[in-house]
Nanobody, 123 residues
Framework: QVQLVESGGGLVQPGGSLRLSCAGS????????IGWFRQAPGKEREGVSC????????YYPDSVKGRFTVSRDNAKNTVYLQMNSLKTEDTAVYYC????????????????WGTGTLVTVSS
């Protein structure tokens, strides 16, 4: 069974850091482009990063550029999202998603989705 499982969410103060993990089971993540997305209450889903499956290319929107970093550990079949300098507006449920086409993941379309992990940034 193909699954993506996110972990690492929690409560953090503004300015703090968290590292989210996206673990794959039933398939090999390094064959797929992986995207991280978030959705806050009452807001539309937003892409926050993507890493390609071919050349290691990455994408970040301006809202997180310089603060978030996506990386892979192929030995662990896991993709990470390191989030630094967190802001209250980063509060959301964070999802990872996988697809064979990097461009479609950047566009928010993917074959496989995790169930999400909640990140709350609050003092």
């Amino acid at each position: 069974q193909v699954q993506l499982v996110e972990s690492g969410g929690g409560l953090v103060q503004p300015g703090g850091s968290l590292r989210l993990s996206c673990a794959g089971s039933g398939f090999t993540l390094d064959y797929y482009a992986i995207g991280w997305f978030r959705q806050a209450p009452g807001k539309e889903r937003e892409g926050v990063s993507c890493i390609s499956n071919s050349d290691g290319n990455t994408y970040y929107p301006d809202s997180v550029k310089g603060r978030f970093t996506v990386s892979r550990d192929n030995a662990k079949n896991t993709v990470y999202l390191q989030m630094n300098s967190l802001k209250t507006e980063d509060t959301a449920v964070y999802y990872c998603a996988a697809d064979s086409d990097y461009r479609t993941v950047v566009a928010g379309i993917a074959d496989y989705w995790g169930t999400g992990t909640l990140v709350t940034v609050s003092s």
